[in-house]
């Protein structure tokens, strides 16, 4: 560390030169006016513990202690102390605040010597002194006047220094108080100029940050380098020329100058730890000024505080987490807030799209995109160093798009949950229980969680089909090595999303199998509710389904859109307004689909009407027919339960053979069996599977021909051959 970086850090040093320079001026001044035989006078009983300071200082400068120091001794005295003074103000943190502020000179002697007997209480008494048999306690500008023997024409100048408009007032440095009486001693002159608490904090070194700061605000110090962090080496690269930007521009002086740096990206990215490695890499400390805490009717206030407070320390502020609904908020007005910050800052910006923030000062903007997968394990493995032996967090760091600090979060909880049991070791379960959470407040009320209980054997799909499912499945496993280790993300901007449409009648297993892809991936699938995206009015329904993917993307969850024929329906000739406004709403899907980066599962069972512009966007299209007899008897048997009773008549090929049903309906008649058979207090057998079967047929819309018209329910239906049915569903 440098000799200049060393007096910045250490406040004692440059403090204490320019207190030695106050007290100078004060005995000077005292000792004109004892030599003129005004005030005070030498056997005066308040001049005894005075003259013992003032001995003790002359002994501590090399003078003689035995006598008053004549005033050549003091003029060499002051001489030496204001050069001394004037050195250090290059490097410490007053300096820097008059650099970046435009503080006149007067304004800072004045600042000064409104600090200093509020930290060296002794002056108190001296400077009463000075003033004189009205005793008037305090600094105003009557005394600093007097202190530096000002001439009439300074003294008028010197009014500026309490003009609202110039900063000491305007930044609240400083506020002049009341006048003490209605006397002629009520004039500007000679009302008492009292630092802020802010100021007399910092100057007196104290760490802390005042009650009311405190609650939104906190002062750190970083590390000035990246080495500990985990980052994928374009974002290291990237930030580490902003840090070293940083460094240069400090090192040169103009750091206050420099562009402020606009970070944005997803919750937990790092946005504040990065603005304190930036910080760190200037030699500065970092004040976080957190918008989000406390009453938005006091904005106004707490960022001036927090302006100010990092002005004082010579500290970077960092304004964040902000979001684009706060900036978006017309009663704050963030950009008039910072319009006339003179000192250098960070911003960060909680989005997933790059952020609209007009400002007058000029900004450096950096993308903290999500880490890729070799990034998230290793998170995952510092966060999480002796799992149980369920943990997977491979599987965890391919199927989670989480950020750095949702990870921390993630594996913090855990932690806590499996120590307060005894002292477990993390399980599984512990980190997945965490991660849905996070799933579930992102998405909100604009979609459901979906469980799914089959498994993939009670799935029927031939072997070709199933090929195509293992394939759409492989994208998202191996998208960071095709994507990033094989180089396929350089040549594909867009596009990357896995989508796939499952089209098909009623009761093939669509929603089945959009689960089990989920299951298979480890991920949960939300259904998107539609009843709250779609919206009678222009734009709104665009607007909402914007969102949707938005946090989809965040939540990293399998989107289910079911029923997709009422979003992606064919765009038609343009008619009439509705037309027009139908076919910007398909455009709008379509382009927001090709830039979605998560996974996606369209069914419908209309896929005539689906829009044909769709397909190009598909990573799979699978038709799901309605089984045939083979497979309809595998059906049945995965539908029944191990543990259900079952009588010794059961034909699962009499079942497929008779009743033509697909999957879903296959197992509702297997649960309706069930039931009745329990109301019976008999096991399920071959008549509750029959009349099970033909009264989902009956729910679908066609009429079965029954054997024994007692079977089923109370229609009168005819009896003839048992499987024989005539489809009413068409019409």
Not at 381 to 409: C, W, Y
Not at 462 to 478: A, G, T
Not at 575 to 588: C, E, K, P, Q, S
Not at 652 to 658: G, N, V
Request: glycine letters at 8%.
């Amino acid at each position: 560390m440098s000799d200049t970086a060393a007096i910045t850090v250490n406040p004692e040093t440059w403090l204490g030169a320019e207190l030695n320079h106050v007290w100078l001026l004060a005995e000077f001044n005292l000792r004109q006016f004892q030599r003129a035989h005004l005030r005070p006078q030498p056997d005066s009983p308040q001049m005894a513990e005075i003259e013992g300071i003032f001995a003790a200082r002359r002994a501590a400068r090399g003078a003689s202690a035995a006598a008053p120091a004549d005033e050549t001794e003091l003029l060499r005295a002051l001489g030496d102390s204001q050069a001394r003074r004037d050195e250090l103000r290059k490097v410490s943190p007053i300096g820097r605040l008059g650099t970046g502020l435009g503080l006149r000179t007067m304004e800072i002697e004045t600042l000064i010597v409104a600090l200093a007997p509020h930290i060296d209480a002794p002056l108190a008494d001296v400077l009463a002194l000075l003033r004189g048999a009205q005793a008037r306690r305090g600094v105003d500008l009557a005394l600093i006047a007097q202190l530096f023997r000002l001439k009439r024409a300074d003294r008028i100048a010197l009014l500026d220094v309490v003009d609202p408009d110039r900063p000491l007032l305007s930044w609240r440095m400083v506020q002049v108080m009341p006048p003490e009486s209605a006397e002629a001693y009520g004039s500007v002159m000679y009302r008492a100029i009292q630092p802020t608490f802010d100021v007399l904090s910092v100057m007196s070194e104290r760490s802390d940050l005042s009650p009311t700061l405190s609650r939104c605000a906190t002062l750190t110090r970083h590390p000035g380098n990246l080495d500990d962090l985990a980052l994928d080496p374009p974002m290291r690269e990237r930030l580490q020329r902003v840090c070293d930007g940083a460094r240069h521009a400090e090192a040169q002086g103009r750091l206050d100058s420099w562009p402020w740096i606009l970070l944005w990206g997803p919750r937990g990215i790092g946005k504040g730890e990065l603005a304190g490695r930036m910080a760190g890499a200037a030699g500065r400390p970092l004040l976080m000024f957190n918008p989000n805490v406390g009453d938005r009717a006091l904005f106004e206030d707490l960022i001036r505080r927090a302006q100010r407070e990092a002005l004082l320390r010579g500290a970077i502020l960092y304004v964040g987490p902000m979001t684009l609904d706060f900036l978006a908020d017309a009663g704050l007005n963030f950009a008039a807030a910072m319009s006339n910050y003179p000192g250098a800052a960070v911003l960060g910006v909680q989005t997933m799209q790059p952020p609209r923030l007009k400002l007058d000062h000029p900004v450096q903007e950096v993308e903290l995109k999500l880490p890729t997968e070799p990034v998230r394990l290793e998170l995952w493995q510092r966060a999480v160093p002796n799992p149980s032996p369920d943990v997977d967090l491979p599987k965890l760091a391919r199927g989670f798009h989480m950020t750095p600090g949702e990870i921390a979060d993630i594996a913090r909880e855990a932690n806590l949950i499996a120590n307060n049991e005894d002292g477990r070791l993390v399980g599984h379960g512990d980190l997945r229980a965490g991660v849905e959470r996070r799933l579930r407040n992102e998405l909100g009320e604009m979609a459901r969680k979906i469980n799914v209980a089959p498994k993939w054997s009670d799935l029927v799909l031939s072997d070709e089909d199933m090929q195509r499912i293992k394939e759409f499945i492989s994208r998202k496993l191996y998208a960071d090595k095709v994507y990033n280790d094989w180089g396929f993300g350089d040549r594909i901007g867009y596009g990357r999303g896995i989508i796939a449409l499952l089209s098909g009648p009623p009761g093939t297993g669509k929603t089945m199998l959009a689960g089990l892809i989920a299951k298979d991936l480890d991920l949960e699938l939300y259904q998107v509710d539609l009843s709250i995206v779609v919206s009678k009015w222009i734009g709104e329904t665009e607007k909402q389904l914007g969102k949707v993917f938005d946090q989809a993307e965040r939540a990293h969850a399998v989107l289910l859109f079911d029923e997709a024929d009422a979003l992606f329906a064919k765009r038609t000739e343009v008619t009439t307004a509705n037309d027009r406004y139908g076919n910007l709403a398909v455009n709008y899907l379509l382009q927001r689909l090709e830039q979605y980066t998560g996974i996606a599962v369209l069914t419908t069972n209309k896929e005539a009407v689906v829009d044909e512009a769709l397909q190009r966007r598909l990573s799979l299209h699978l038709h799901m027919r309605v089984p045939e007899q083979p497979e309809r008897e595998r059906l049945w048997h995965s539908f029944l339960p191990d543990k259900a009773p079952r009588a010794d008549d059961l034909d699962f090929s009499a079942l497929s053979e008779d009743y033509e049903l697909s999957g879903g309906y296959i197992k509702n008649a297997m649960v309706r069996a069930a039931f009745l058979s329990v109301s019976q207090d008999q096991p399920i057998g071959m008549d509750n599977l029959r009349r099970a079967a033909i009264l989902e047929l009956e729910d679908m819309g066609r009429l079965a021909m029954r054997l024994d018209p007692s079977v089923g329910s109370d229609k009168g239906s005819a009896s003839s051959l048992t499987g024989d049915t005539i489809d009413f569903s068409e019409g």
